[in-house]
């Protein structure tokens, strides 16, 4: 077998298994940790983005061009989406101000 097939197969190999990985862990997350979980980990992020980029500088190949494209885009969508997340949940907390009413409606 050639060096660079193994390689190839080695690279989809950790791909595949940190997608099964993340959705395993993310699924059983309840629901309303969700957001918090996300805003929280927001810098994670940010480390697999500069991972997948540095992953990509050194590619060599096709094959591993396309995966560490594949990983830099999933990377920057996630990072984006966390900041996403976070802004709504910051708007959750934020004070509503009350309808003004009109006049000789006091109570």
């Known amino acids: 077998m050639d060096a660079s097939f ?3 197969l080695l690279f989809l190999y950790i791909f595949m298994l940190a997608a ?6 993310i ?10 979980l996300m805003s929280g980990s927001n810098f ?6 500069v991972g997948s980029m540095w992953a990509l ?3 060599e190949g096709p094959f591993q061009l396309t995966l560490g494209f594949l990983a ?5 969508a996630n990072a984006a989406g966390g900041y996403v997340v976070t ?8 004070a509503k101000q009350k309808p003004a009413l009109p006049a000789g409606k006091e109570s």
């Open 6 to 8: 193994l390689t190839n």
């Open 20 to 25: 099964f990985t993340g959705y395993e862990v």
């Open 27 to 36: 699924s059983r997350v309840p629901v309303i940790l969700h957001t918090p």
């Open 44 to 49: 994670v992020h940010g480390v697999v983005l």
């Open 57 to 59: 500088g050194h590619a």
């Open 72 to 76: 830099v885009l999933l990377g920057a």
């Open 87 to 94: 802004e709504r949940m910051l708007g959750m907390f934020t």
